[in-house]
């Protein structure tokens, strides 16, 4: 316990940055500088609704790869607690992402996170928008979770605008693996409707946040900073080489599942 508290010290000290909640440090941005959920996205789609009805098509397609390679996946998507969290897009990026190899990134990952996912709030506090295990009583891949699941709005998704904003932020940093991070951060919205605990409405609406959430960000000189250092620090990374400690192909075949399910 004492060594924990001395890093949690260390850390503080270093890059100047607290924690807000046990494991989630403080964003860039304060809360009236954030985007507005409900002055940016329309209401949640009602019952009935074509929206709906094209929601409940998609998750029911989903919902056929419960306990699957892509199932697991999602649940590990599901979890945006760090060191775990880091490893989301390490195989998109080609580098493995940590406080000890990767500081400064590992820190504007954990910092947007706050702002991203967080930006939700407001939209889904306003209109309580049932989840689909809800409606469709079948399992998600967090049981743990059902529970402040149940009484927290689906719509919209907050994992997903806090993965879109990483994927854009990521871009950002190396360019040149675009596609594969774009791509990735599609996925990771995804993961939510796979989950059964989000709509594909809900996961559309958190990636238009997360674009907000990204757009703002860029006004912020200590973002700025950090993302300048994070690119200099993945340069570093890809020349040294380091092997990827994920199995990248085990996640490719995840992601192909859903995409054959969906065409």
Same mark, same amino acid.
């Given at each position: 316990m004492r060594f924990v508290v001395i890093m949690v010290f260390m850390w503080s000290f270093l890059f100047g940055v607290e924690e807000i909640?046990?494991?989630?440090?403080?964003?860039?941005?304060?809360?009236? #500088?954030? %985007?507005?959920?409900?002055? &940016? =996205? @329309?209401?949640?789609?009602?019952?009935?609704?074509?929206?709906?009805k094209?929601?409940?098509?998609?998750?029911?397609?989903?919902?056929?790869?419960?306990?699957?390679?892509?199932?697991?996946?999602a649940r590990d998507d599901a979890n945006v607690y760090f060191p775990k969290a880091a490893d989301i897009f390490s195989c998109a990026l080609g580098?493995?992402?940590?406080?000890? #190899?990767? %500081?400064?990134?590992?820190? &504007? =990952? @954990?910092?947007?996170?706050?702002?991203?996912?967080y930006s939700t709030e407001e939209a889904k506090k306003a209109y309580k928008r049932e989840r689909p295990f809800m409606q469709?009583?079948?399992?998600?891949?967090t049981p743990e979770d059902e529970k402040i699941l149940r009484q927290?709005?689906?719509y919209p998704s907050g994992h997903t605008a806090?993965?879109?904003?990483?994927?854009?932020?990521?871009?950002?940093?190396?360019?040149?693996?675009?596609?594969?991070?774009?791509?990735?951060?599609?996925?990771?919205?995804?993961?939510?409707?796979?989950?059964?605990?989000?709509?594909?409405?809900?996961?559309?609406?958190g990636?238009?946040?997360?674009?907000?959430?990204?757009?703002?960000?860029?006004?912020?000189s200590a973002f700025q900073k950090d993302l300048q250092k994070a690119k200099e620090e993945y340069q570093r990374a890809l020349v040294k080489g380091t092997p990827l400690k994920k199995d990248c192909s085990l996640e490719s075949q995840a992601l192909q599942m859903s995409s054959k399910l969906l065409k």
């Open positions: 909640h046990p494991g989630i440090l403080q964003g860039y941005l304060t809360s009236k #500088e954030k %985007p507005s959920s409900l002055a &940016l =996205l @329309r209401a949640a789609p009602k019952q009935g609704s074509m929206e709906a094209r929601d409940k098509e998609i998750s029911d397609k989903l919902l056929a790869l419960q306990g699957t390679k892509r199932w697991a996946l580098i493995n992402i940590s406080k000890q #190899e990767t %500081p400064h990134l590992y820190t &504007l =990952l @954990r910092r947007t996170l706050t702002d991203a996912g469709n009583h079948k399992p998600i891949c927290d709005g689906s806090l993965g879109w904003a990483w994927a854009l932020i990521l871009t950002e940093i190396a360019p040149q693996k675009a596609d594969a991070i774009l791509a990735r951060g599609m996925a990771y919205g995804e993961s939510r409707i796979v989950c059964n605990v989000h709509w594909q409405s809900d996961v559309d609406a990636r238009t946040m997360g674009s907000a959430i990204v757009a703002v960000l860029h006004s912020n």
